[in-house]
């Protein structure tokens, strides 16, 4: 795009910032004034024109008044217009001042005016100059009446292309809003989506808690009386139990499910990460697996987050960046577990994967962010510097805040 197309697109944005009716109505009211000045102040008998009289009020107030109107009603506005400069100059009035500002009607006319209607008003202005030159003006001559009417048509086409790139510019916009829209749309059902998903899987977190809470009360309230020892160890098995799983029950408040029908799977854990490793080794990427300090049992809805977290981080590199090699570093500190998968694939399919993505390779930041949103932790995801890309997660074991 030239710079003068960008200035006019400019331009034409300020102007579509104001009120049309207020701008036609100071556009009215100033050709009004100069109008019917311009037939008291400019020429007189000695130049050949007509002494200024009501007539020559009326016909200026005929030519400037459709002005307040240009924009709702242009074929009209301006074959009024063109009526009276045409009626003033043929009756030797002085009209000079009129015939420059018709051009503004022209071009209002070129500009705001449809089909039909639009071609006929241009005809209409033309026959006027046609009209003129034959009847004759004082002070006039050939030439300037070719100029005039060459003036009037370039008025008419300037109008013609400046409402074309109106038009044009208002689609670019509305596509635009409407591209906005289904990328928030998008972005929303891929929240939607994976909340459902958070759901279903913790479903099964929740339904194997209460199961075992079951199953220990039925225990200890069949051997209370025969073996208080393990009527004892099944009510502290239930106590645990039910901790972890009240755990769950905050953490799963808030998240919606739509489908309670659906089936769901056993969820998994890093326990069955030897397994995703293996089948993402058989797909052509090389993955080492680090562990850092001592492994111990993760609350079931925190050791599904982590796998999930992992298997993602995995198949980003799997679909963006292989052939590459990643590294899967899980630390296990005293109240938290962390996360990091990085890869060392190309540069540009990090960019590719780059966050905030509305994209179907964007939805899986999207998810990793709402698991982690779950259990209070954090995340960070980003190209590395020199190429590859990196996942980072923090999983507190503790309840949210």
């Known amino acids: 795009m030239t710079s003068a197309a960008r200035s006019m697109d400019r331009l034409a944005a300020r102007f579509r910032t104001l009120d049309p009716q207020v701008l036609d109505t100071v556009i009215g009211t100033v050709f009004t004034v100069v109008s019917v ?8 008998a000695e130049q050949g024109f007509q002494e200024p009289d009501a007539v020559a009020v009326l016909l200026a107030l005929g030519f400037s008044l459709p002005f307040y109107v240009r924009r709702r009603a242009p074929l009209a506005s301006t074959l009024a217009s063109a009526t009276s400069l045409v009626l003033l100059s043929t009756l030797e009035y002085p009209a000079g001042v009129q015939s420059q500002l018709l051009l503004v009607a022209v071009y209002s006319l070129g500009s705001h005016a449809q089909g039909a209607r639009r071609l006929l008003g ?16 004082p002070d006039s001559t050939t030439a300037n009446v070719l100029f005039a009417g060459a003036s009037y048509a370039a008025a008419f086409f ?25 990328q928030d749309e998008a972005a929303q059902r891929a929240v939607a989506d994976e909340r459902l998903r958070i759901a279903q899987e913790l479903h099964d977190v929740v339904a194997h808690s209460m199961g075992v809470i079951a199953v220990q009360a039925g225990v200890g309230l069949h051997v209370i009386d025969a073996d208080p020892a393990e009527a004892k ?5 239930i106590s645990v139990t039910s901790r972890t799983t009240l755990t769950e029950i905050r953490r799963l408040l808030g998240v919606l ?19 995703l490793v293996a089948d993402v080794r058989g797909a052509g990427v090389q993955v080492d697996v680090d562990i850092v300090g001592s492994r111990y049992d993760l609350p079931p809805g925190v050791d599904l987050t982590a796998y999930r977290i992992v298997q993602e981080a995995l198949t980003n590199v799997l679909k963006h ?12 500190e005293p109240d938290a577990v962390t996360l990091e998968v990085v890869d060392d694939g190309r540069r540009a399919n990090a960019g590719d994967r780059r966050e905030g993505s509305v994209s179907p390779r964007g939805h899986g930041i999207l998810g990793m962010r709402e698991r982690v949103a779950v259990y209070g932790g954090s995340l960070e995801v980003g190209p590395r510097f020199g190429g590859g890309f990196r996942v980072a997660a923090r999983l507190p074991l503790g309840d949210p805040e």
């Not at 000045?37 to 007189?44: A, Q, R, S, Y």
């Not at 241009?122 to 030159?133: C, K, M, P, S």
């Not at 499910?257 to 397994?275: E, I, V």
Request: aromatic share 8%; proline share 5%; hydrophobic share 50%.
């Open 233 to 237: 160890r099944s009510l502290e098995a």
């Open 257 to 275: 499910r739509a489908d309670g029908d659906a089936a769901y799977d056993p969820a998994p854990g890093l326990a069955n990460l030897p397994r």
């Open 122 to 137: 241009f005809v209409g202005v033309e026959v006027g100059v046609i009209i003129v030159a034959a009847v004759g003006i």
């Open 158 to 182: 300037f109008g013609f292309a400046v409402q074309n790139r109106r038009l044009y510019q208002e689609q670019l916009e509305e596509r635009a809003a409407l591209l906005a829209r289904e």
């Open 321 to 332: 960046a292989a052939p590459a090699r990643a590294v899967v570093t899980i630390g296990y």
């Open 37 to 44: 000045l311009d037939v008291f102040v400019t020429g007189g």
